[in-house]
Antibody, heavy 121, light 112 residues
Framework: QVQLQESGPGLVKPSETLSLTCTVS????????WTWIRQSPGRGLEWIGY???????SYNPSLKSRVTISIDTSKNQFSLKLSSVSVADTAIYYC???????????????WGQGTLVTVSS | QSVLTQPPSVSGAPGQRVTISCTGS?????????VHWYQQLPGTAPKLLIY???NRPSGVPDRFSGSKSGTSASLAITGLQAEDEADYYC????????????FGTGTKVTVL
């Protein structure tokens, strides 16, 4: 059974960089689209971006200038960096596995439990 | 941020049938992209419920069914049970300048 687990600081100061790692167990990180999604009361579920095991990435245009997603296949991990954070970036951050569904892109069949990141001084 | 619109809440008595709509536009559902549905129980991560408009992953009861027509999709729950009380979200691909993948606004299902 595939499992995903987020890890990283739960509190980040404004203007600093949010860094999270997702560890994948029970399956290989090869193939699939490894994705970050966040959820907050004001913004609902928001797709942040993905990285394919090949290294190709795609980001939400609204966050693109601040987001970097990377992958370490040797450790079965992928990571999120979000720079210059503000209070508006406070949310539960989920990592998820995207399974390709043809021209319609991906659906998310496995999710991490989520980690709350609060941006506050 | 959400470009897929869902009713904030629906409710029904145990055993009844409820439906949740997901309304998009010509840049997502109306463009022919498939719709996927997720169930989120309180305090947990979303769980895949329906993929590709109508398909249930292994382990999802056949009480849950999905459909799609035009710029909208629907999730139906028949034989509503207390354990179905949760938030439900639709998701699709979008070809506009917005995010590549978009989620619905979410619907709270209450079992009376």
């Amino acid at each position: 059974q595939v499992q995903l687990q987020e890890s990283g600081p739960g509190l980040v100061k404004p203007s600093e960089t949010l860094s999270l790692t997702c560890t994948v167990s029970g399956g290989s990180i090869s193939s699939y689209y490894w994705t970050w999604i966040r959820q907050s009361p004001g913004r609902g579920l928001e797709w942040i971006g993905y990285i394919h095991y090949s290294g190709s990435t795609s980001y939400n245009p609204s966050l693109k200038s601040r987001v970097t997603i990377s992958i370490d296949t040797s450790k079965n991990q992928f990571s999120l960096k979000l720079s210059s954070v503000s209070v508006a970036d406070t949310a539960i951050y989920y990592c998820a596995r995207g399974s390709y569904y043809g021209s319609s892109g991906s659906y998310y069949d496995y999710w991490g439990q989520g980690t709350l990141v609060t941006v506050s001084s | 941020q959400s470009v897929l619109t869902q009713p904030p809440s629906v409710s029904g008595a145990p055993g009844q049938r409820v439906t949740i709509s997901c309304t998009g536009s010509s840049s997502n559902i109306g463009a022919g992209y498939d719709v996927h549905w997720y169930q989120q129980l309180p305090g947990t991560a979303p769980k895949l419920l329906i993929y590709g408009n109508t398909n249930r992953p292994s382990g999802v009861p056949d009480r849950f069914s999905g459909s799609k027509s035009g710029t909208s999709a629907s999730l139906a729950i028949t034989g509503l049970q207390a354990e179905d009380e949760a938030d439900y979200y639709c998701q699709s691909h979008d070809k506009s300048l917005s995010a590549l993948y978009v989620f619905g606004t979410g619907t709270k299902v209450t079992v009376l």
